[in-house]
């Protein structure tokens, strides 16, 4: 119930902001499979994340404060795409 009160609360500020910025939403899921073979034959296959890159989304944008100023800011979290965990010890970003 927390994490889906704290989901929509900083939905609803970027949903305030959002008009007067440039707002961007990514993100990367990198799931692999990986087969270990042993000595002895003992031989797993398992569903892995973050082979290459690390799963993670997030949000990216710039706000123009005017007389050439402008702000920028990237939020981003990391997560295990084959469990759906959170990555940084369970904190959102």
């Known amino acids: 119930m927390n994490k889906i009160l704290t989901t929509s609360a900083i939905l609803t500020v970027f949903s305030g902001i959002a008009a007067a910025t440039e ?3 990514y993100g990367v899921v990198d799931t692999g499979f990986t087969y270990q073979h ?4 003992d031989d797993s296959f398992a569903m892995t994340s ?4 690390g799963p ?3 949000f990216k944008g710039t706000e123009d404060l005017g007389d050439n100023l402008t702000l920028g ?3 981003e ?3 295990n795409s084959d469990t759906g ?5 369970g904190k959102s970003f």
Request: proline content about 0%; cysteine-free.
């Open 77 to 79: 979290a990391g997560f």
């Open 56 to 58: 993670r989304f997030g």
């Open 23 to 25: 707002l961007t939403l």
């Open 85 to 89: 965990t959170q990555g940084e010890d």
């Open 50 to 53: 973050g082979n290459y890159a």
């Open 73 to 75: 800011f990237v939020l």
């Open 38 to 41: 042993a000595e002895g034959g």
